[in-house]
């Protein structure tokens, strides 16, 4: 009889404890209840198959009363030494979501994740992650997970590679899918299969003479399928980019210029928007010239009481670079499949300044705050006659230098870039990006980020706000927060929320609130969770009963938990 403080919870006719050092025994998992305002009442249990020393597979049925059965099958290996795998399965077969009317909409589907990797000898090796999702619609219907719910995008790579003295070689094979909206065929999927890689790091020619030569080169079949636009099942294409490099020092001066040329061929092209089986070509030349100037400093003795008063020292540190691009005539023609497309012409001038601030800590030294400023100056606005007025563009230059779309048009600069990242206690850190456009006469984009922990209380905090074109990107304002004491095997209480609030439609799209309660033996825990984005609204109430050196009980998974 198992009993905690006195009250009988478990009665165990017969129990089975190994000594083996990695025991493996086949049986049921523990069973699993749970309510949905969405599901209903939720039922699960699960077996774990041993099937040898190498071999096992997990299955987890759940049903939902208010939609039907789930399952979870998980496949794991080891076939031999260096090698291992790891294949799960999620499906639900949807009743449907009943709606006020009586209508059903029907939301299940499937997806597979599979990881692997092997040691194939001789310095080769092969990795790999696959991921298939049915429909967008049951990603947002039956994940327990926001961050994977918002996530439209799956991605799938396999590769067999070799490294040896600065040289790698790949053979990659790869799926990227990324949903538009839950209706069903609108995605956009780009398919590499295969492609080969070849690419050599910067190899000094001559000992005595300060001069590198680098290389990087792809030659393989690309697919790209979206509605109404598809490219035929096998597209050719190969790039070759070699680059050589030196460097220049001076009186605390450093000049590091570089040249590279870069041929490109495509078995297709784009052709008044539409697909050609008429082959281009594209030849460019690269050229790069960074120069670091001497940075300025000076040293406090005393920093203010609240950092410690130790030792502080200011850097500000100036940099300046240029870039050259030429001989891309047609850049409309070519079909964009990943980051070898977004070359285009430019001449262009990056300047930036960067602050430091490092601060004497009880005998270490530690970088107290860093503020980076940065804006490029284009003298080229239509970057070889690439850009299309009234609509969002994008290119290498824009991608290089922010995440955020900002050319919709003509123009002579970019925003004005700023990073901080400050920690001012042991502990905590702040990390604060912006982007302020001129052109425009605001900040287009902004994200704060505050962390930290002061003994048992932890804090989390951000806010992501986007404020550009409706051409460029949709409006966006989120704020995140999370709030907690205690910690995962602290005896005692423990608690922790957390929330994402959209002030653009003033929805709450997430709360997740749990208590734990711990003693030297076992713990339980409830957990309340709120989600209301797209198409679902939903309450969850979870709980769990874990005893130390045995498992688990409740729907409360151990990935879904704070503590």
């Not at 049925?61 to 080891?78: C, D, I, M, S």
Request: glycine share 10%.
């Amino acid at each position: 009889m198992f009993r905690v403080r006195g009250v009988p919870l478990f009665y165990f006719p017969y129990f089975y404890k190994s000594l083996e050092k990695q025991p493996r025994r086949s049986g049921f998992l523990t069973p699993s209840f749970g309510n949905s305002s969405r599901f209903g009442q939720m039922l699960g249990f699960g077996y774990y198959w041993a099937i040898n020393r190498s071999y096992d597979l997990t299955y987890r049925p759940q049903y939902f009363t208010a939609r039907g059965l789930a399952n979870h099958v998980e496949f794991r290996g080891k076939p031999r030494k260096g090698s291992d795998f790891d294949f799960t399965l999620f499906g639900v077969n949807d009743k449907g979501l009943l709606l006020s009317d009586g209508r059903r909409i029907k939301q299940g589907g499937y997806s597979l994740r599979f990881d692997g990797k092997s040691d194939l000898g001789k310095g080769w090796r092969a990795q790999g992650t696959m991921n298939y999702l049915s429909a967008f619609i049951f990603r947002q219907a039956f994940t327990q997970s926001f961050n994977e719910a918002i996530f439209s995008e799956v991605n799938s790579v396999g590769f067999v590679e070799k490294q040896w003295r600065g040289n790698n070689v790949q053979v990659v094979f790869s799926r990227s899918q990324n949903f538009q909206t839950t209706e069903p065929g609108d995605s956009i999927t780009v398919r590499k299969l295969p492609q080969f890689e070849y690419t050599r790091r910067d190899t000094q020619i001559w000992k005595k003479i300060p001069v590198w030569v680098s290389m990087e080169s792809t030659a393989g079949l690309v697919r790209r399928n979206q509605p109404l636009f598809q490219t035929r099942q096998y597209v050719e294409r190969a790039d070759f980019a070699p680059r050589i490099s030196t460097a220049f020092r001076y009186a605390g001066f450093s000049l590091v210029p570089s040249f590279g040329l870069r041929e490109t061929y495509w078995g297709s092209s784009r052709l008044d928007g539409r697909v050609s089986g008429e082959n281009t070509r594209r030849s460019a030349r690269d050229m790069n010239v960074e120069l670091v100037m001497p940075s300025f400093s000076r040293v406090f003795e005393k920093s203010p009481k609240w950092l410690g008063g130790g030792k502080m020292k200011h850097v500000i540190e100036p940099r300046a670079s240029f870039r050259y691009v030429d001989g891309i005539s047609d850049f409309s023609r070519i079909i964009r499949f990943d980051d070898t497309e977004l070359m285009t012409n430019t001449k262009e001038l990056e300047v930036s300044l960067t602050n430091r601030l490092y601060l004497k800590r009880g005998g270490t030294t530690q970088e107290l705050l860093s503020w980076q400023v940065w804006q490029r100056r284009y003298f080229d606005p239509t970057f070889g006659g690439s850009v299309i007025e009234g609509q969002r563009n994008v290119n290498q230059s824009t991608v290089d230098f922010s995440g955020y779309s900002f050319l919709d048009g003509r123009r002579h600069y970019s925003p004005v870039a700023s990073s901080v990242r400050m920690q001012p206690l042991p502990g905590a850190g702040v990390e604060w990006r912006l982007d302020y456009d001129p052109l425009r006469g605001n900040v287009t984009n902004s994200s704060f980020t505050l962390d930290g922990r002061v003994n048992q209380w932890f804090m989390s905090a951000g806010h992501t706000q986007v404020d550009s074109s409706k051409v460029l990107s949709p409006q966006n304002n989120q704020f995140r927060g999370l709030l907690g004491w205690g910690a995962d095997n602290r005896r005692g209480w423990n608690a922790a929320f957390n929330a994402i609030y959209d002030y653009r439609v003033g929805v709450l799209q997430f709360a997740n609130t749990q208590i734990t309660y711990n003693t030297d033996c076992c713990g339980f825990s409830v957990q309340y969770r709120r989600f209301s984005f797209g198409t679902r609204n939903e309450n969850q109430f979870r709980m769990a009963f874990s005893i130390a050196n045995l498992g688990s009980f409740g729907t409360l998974r151990r990935q879904e938990r704070f503590f």
